[in-house]
């Protein structure tokens, strides 16, 4: 059992018994699970090179890593995988060849404590082994602890009760033991340090290939030691695994200690069979084994042998696995050698092997199009070609699977990291700054104003049904993705209050704050605005407040049901709401209008604003000058999902709300989500939202202007923006102004980039005519709807689904974004066919009432208790007949 202490937050209570290898532990505000890698190798012992003997290293390659010095220079043929790396503890470390030899395949580093400040920070923990006297074990710091991820102990003798101290010193790191005795241990002793969790480092001058003597033991001697069977038979269970085909397993057979040295030693695969004793694989049909690695299990009970399989295949019925035929990249791969020796004459895999330029276009091809793939299934279907194509181009040249997996597992093993860049001939400007401009946010792509941008088009009455569906489909939150990354960050808050919420907006905002909320009234100089954008914004409150005044609940809804029996519905008004306000890209004091005004025409009582801080800590004054329009009592300075957990739970001085509103990223969404289905926070939410989304209809009447720049009002909000045009009949003429329209606009934008992405994604559907155009909206439910059509009033009795519409030429959706009075907060992803936009009575709840006379319970009274007693509910019938017994 190992125990750690939580070191991730300052809490108490974080202490909790693991399983081996794996440590759970729960602080507040996280609980979380660490697997520590290698914390027993899967190795009877490591070997220390200190005598070199070509044949006993070898065999020494089939069973493990090996220690090695670290090189004074490293040449071409440094052949370093499979191999530890010790760094002399009398001299410095030379930072370059270390990061070399962890970048040339070396798997880790061993250096003394002297030394570890130099290299902790610089190499990765996992990849750093500290080298201690077994005396000074205990004086190591916890910072030095923390950033390696095990220890080679120099001891003079095998203590084992001091090692086990030292082990639980060291929970949950790797422990590897030196004897400085010149005479190896013995089986036993290495048996026995395996049972405390340590594994013996045997120098290479005390191995030796042949019988084990007082001064050297020989390999396959040292590797049994510490084997146990739990079978009768005293064999081992074994898989045999092919390391051409990327650890495919082959079979499942027995091995003895006899089979084991034997396959050591000649590195060839030899068994033990139960019913015929040892085993040679392939002795009488030819399908030998070359071993190239050997690993024991966690329990060092059974093995694994990693080997080349030759011959016609494992199996005895001469197929390549007990288990079956090949599939998926090493069934191609075979399939790609046969026909490379055999292809047919004019077949096509023949002509990709003997005409390069195709070959090479199809690569090119086939990448481009699964750059452009958007849902799951089409990411995998152009994702299989490309791996066809790229599979044949790497046979044609003589690489075989196990090449590529190699050169991954080295370059995942790499320490120092390229920055990763683009080359030029795939950028626009070749001459531009290797780094994208900061303006550009991140996983856009540098423009390329060489390529036009062009949205994807399709034919409606060509669809196949599943075809549509794929058309109608959006990119959604991945909610039990996110919840994991998600609900951490809530807990924190919850548990923290305002210090998790100072920490988290450093973290993830960059600004350094003193505190989390202001309060009115608000310092003057927060509000400075130049005065167009203060005129802008006063206009923009009057037509909002002008419309959603107009929706708000006044009046009692009084009705008699029947003579006594009055019913009656009034509003009230949601006392304590939250108004997310997104940052990131864009500073929007239209969003802050949009929920703002709702709110205070409501009559909410409390309006907390959350909006993401700059930098420096502040807020954008067009967002601070609408906060001090609608009436905030709180300005929170947060983003994110703390800024929903603050908002939901509340803390030290942010005040809890009943139902937060607003758009935001998938974190945002994910903790809304979250918080609304916690019973313990009591809060509802406005809606799922998701990115922007427009859908234009257009025909031949409209100005193909106005259509391109009503699609890219939507799609330079982000580059997952959904932007969608239904040409009805257009003609080509038409259609060919729109695309030129399209591309024009927006280069001329800032934001081209953004726009770029958002437009290859988006398509154009054709369909004969407005009823077919009204269908495909229905089915799409858009955020926004535009209608370009000829008398486009009339159109709209046939709109079922959509979150709010632009009718006719002179309606962009620019105004509704703005200053029209209607509310730009909207639901997406479809959900317009359940959801309505927000609205006053968004902000308001409705209670109803009953008021019965006498006269009014005896003729509805026993119409309650016969329907009380048919439920079986008698307490509800008694509530009524013991008042009808007293009129």
Not at 42 to 69: C, E, Q
Not at 217 to 246: C, E, H, K, M
Not at 305 to 328: D, K
């Amino acid at each position: 059992m190992l125990r750690i202490r939580c070191a991730v937050w300052p809490v108490a209570g974080n202490v909790i018994t693991s399983e081996r290898g794996t440590c759970r532990f729960t602080c507040a505000p996280f609980s979380t699970e660490i697997r520590f890698s290698h914390v027993l190798p899967m190795a009877s012992f490591l070997p220390l090179l200190d005598a070199h003997d070509n044949a006993i290293l070898t065999v020494l390659s089939r069973i493990g890593p090996v220690i090695k010095p670290v090189p004074s220079t490293l040449d071409a043929q440094a052949e370093l995988h499979n191999s530890y790396i010790l760094v002399d503890s009398s001299a410095s470390p030379n930072h370059d060849i270390l990061i070399s030899c962890l970048d040339r395949g070396a798997e880790k580093v061993i250096v003394s404590p002297a030394h570890a400040s130099e290299v902790i920070g610089v190499v990765p923990p996992d990849r750093i082994l500290l080298l201690l006297d077994v005396a000074s074990a205990s004086a190591v710091s916890d910072k030095t602890r923390s950033g390696v991820s095990g220890v080679l102990l120099k001891s003079p003798s095998l203590e084992l009760d001091l090692i086990s101290s030292i082990s639980r010193f060291f929970s949950g790191s790797s422990i590897f033991v030196l004897s400085t005795s010149p005479t190896p241990p013995t089986s036993l002793a290495i048996q026995e340090l395996r049972s405390v969790g340590a594994v013996p480092v045997l120098p290479t001058s005390q191995l030796t290939l042949g019988q084990s003597s007082s001064s050297q033991l020989n390999i396959a001697d040292a590797f049994l030691a510490p084997l146990r069977s739990d079978r009768p038979d005293g064999l081992f269970p074994t898989v045999v695994s092919s390391y051409a085909q990327g650890g495919r397993t082959l079979g499942l057979v027995y091995s003895s200690r006899q089979s084991i040295v034997e396959s050591i030693l000649s590195g060839k695969g030899v068994y033990h069979s139960r019913r015929h004793g040892l085993w040679r694989k392939g002795e009488t049909s030819g399908a030998t084994q070359d071993v190239i690695r050997i690993n024991l299990d966690c329990d060092t009970d059974s093995l694994e042998f990693s080997v080349i399989q030759n011959g016609a295949g494992f199996c005895h019925l001469n197929r390549p696995s007990c288990f079956g035929e090949l599939n998926g990249l090493a069934a191609l791969e075979s399939t790609l050698k046969s026909r490379l020796d055999s292809a047919p004459e004019g077949s096509y895999t023949s002509r990709l092997f003997n005409d390069p330029d195709l070959l090479r276009s199809k690569i090119m091809e086939e990448a481009d199009e699964l750059c452009n793939a958007e849902t799951r299934e089409q990411v995998a279907f152009e994702a299989a070609d490309l791996l066809y194509f790229t599979l044949t181009r790497c046979i044609a040249a003589g690489v075989s699977l196990v090449d590529i997996e190699r050169n991954l597992d080295a370059k995942a093993r790499k320490v120092s990291r390229r920055p990763g860049n683009a080359k030029a001939r795939w950028t626009s400007n070749p001459t531009a700054s290797a780094e994208p401009p900061p303006a550009v946010p991140a996983g856009v792509a540098p423009p390329d104003t060489s390529t036009a941008i062009r949205m994807r088009k399709y034919t409606a009455s060509s669809l196949s049904p599943s075809e549509r569906a794929q058309l109608l489909r959006r990119p959604v939150l991945k909610f039990d993705a996110m919840i994991p990354k998600v609900k951490p960050i809530v807990d924190y808050v919850r548990a923290q209050g305002d210090a998790a919420l100072l920490d988290l907006t450093a973290k993830y905002d960059k600004a350094h704050l003193d505190s989390t909320v202001i309060f009115p009234p608000f310092a003057p100089e927060t509000l400075q605005l130049n005065d167009a954008v203060r005129d802008a914004i006063d206009a923009a409150y009057a037509n909002i407040r002008k419309f959603h005044e107009a929706q708000a609940s006044a009046d009692t809804l009084v009705v008699e049901t029947m003579p006594g029996v009055v019913c009656s519905r009034f509003a009230r008004p949601i006392a304590r709401v939250g108004l997310y306000v997104p940052g990131g890209t864009a500073v929007l004091p239209s969003t802050a209008l949009m929920l703002g005004i709702p709110a205070q025409v409501a009559g909410c009582h409390e309006i907390v604003l959350a909006t993401p801080p700059r930098p420096d800590g502040s807020i954008s004054p067009e967002v601070m000058y609408v906060a001090h329009l609608v009436g905030a009592s709180a300005v929170l300075k947060a983003g994110g999902a703390q800024a929903i957990a603050a908002l939901a739970y509340g803390t030290q001085t942010v005040p809890k709300v009943d139902k937060i509103f607003g758009p935001g990223n998938q974190w945002v969404t994910a903790a809304k989500m979250l918080v609304q289905n916690d019973t313990d926070a009591l809060v509802a939410i406005d809606m799922p939202a998701g990115p922007s989304e427009v859908l234009v209809i257009a025909d031949q009447t409209s100005n193909p202007a106005h259509v391109a720049a009503d699609l890219l009002s939507q799609a330079e909000h982000g580059i997952d923006s959904q932007v969608v045009l239904v040409a009805v009949d257009l003609p080509e003429s038409i259609l060919s102004t729109v695309e030129s329209q399209v591309d024009a606009q927006a280069h001329a934008l800032e934001r081209v980039d953004i726009v770029r992405e958002s437009v290859s994604k988006s398509i154009i559907v054709h369909v004969a005519d407005i009823d077919a155009a009204l269908e495909f909206s229905n089915d799409y439910a858009p955020e926004h709807l535009i209608l370009h059509i000829k008398d486009a009033a009339d159109a709209l009795s046939c709109v079922q689904n959509a979150g709010s519409v632009f009718v006719g030429p002179f309606s962009p959706e620019s105004c509704g974004d703005y200053a029209s009075g209607t509310n730009h907060t909207l639901p997406t992803n479809g959900y317009a066919r359940q959801y309505s936009g927000v609205n006053t009575l968004s902000f308001q709840k409705h209670i109803t009432s009953q008021e019965l006379t006498a006269d009014g319970l005896k003729a509805l009274g026993p119409v309650v208790a016969t329907l009380a007693d048919c439920e079986g509910l008698q307490a509800h019938a008694n509530a009524v007949r013991i008042r009808l017994a007293s009129i």
